[in-house]
């Protein structure tokens, strides 16, 4: 403290803010979604969206906090959600598979 007066430096040091966007990316095995990025999938022949959100991935009006939950929570038992589910990119405007992402 003392030395902080003498440097004529703030009393409590501040630690530098994340920028924004990385508040609000979700993670999941290494890898890194911005928010808001969307995902689809097909099953039964039935397309089912959601977005990526900062807590988890949102999927008709209930949030799960994996790939696979979510996957989970449309299929009804075990299903591996990188395989499938896919992203759009953002880039390309292409839905990808999650999978490429890995």
Do not use: C, H
């Not at 890194?32 to 990025?37: C, D, S």
């Amino acid at each position: 403290m003392v030395l902080r007066r003498l440097l004529d430096l703030p009393t409590e040091p501040t630690a530098p803010s994340p920028p924004p966007q990385m508040l609000a990316d979700w993670f999941g095995s290494s890898v890194t979604l911005p928010v808001g990025t969307q995902l689809r999938t097909t099953y039964k022949k039935v397309e089912r969206f959601g977005p990526i959100r900062a807590d988890g991935l949102e999927v008709d009006g209930t949030l799960y906090p994996s790939l696979s939950a979510a996957a989970i929570g449309v299929v009804g038992q075990n299903t591996n959600g990188w395989n499938f589910w896919r992203y759009l990119d953002q880039n390309t405007q292409v839905w990808k598979p999650m999978m490429a992402l890995r």
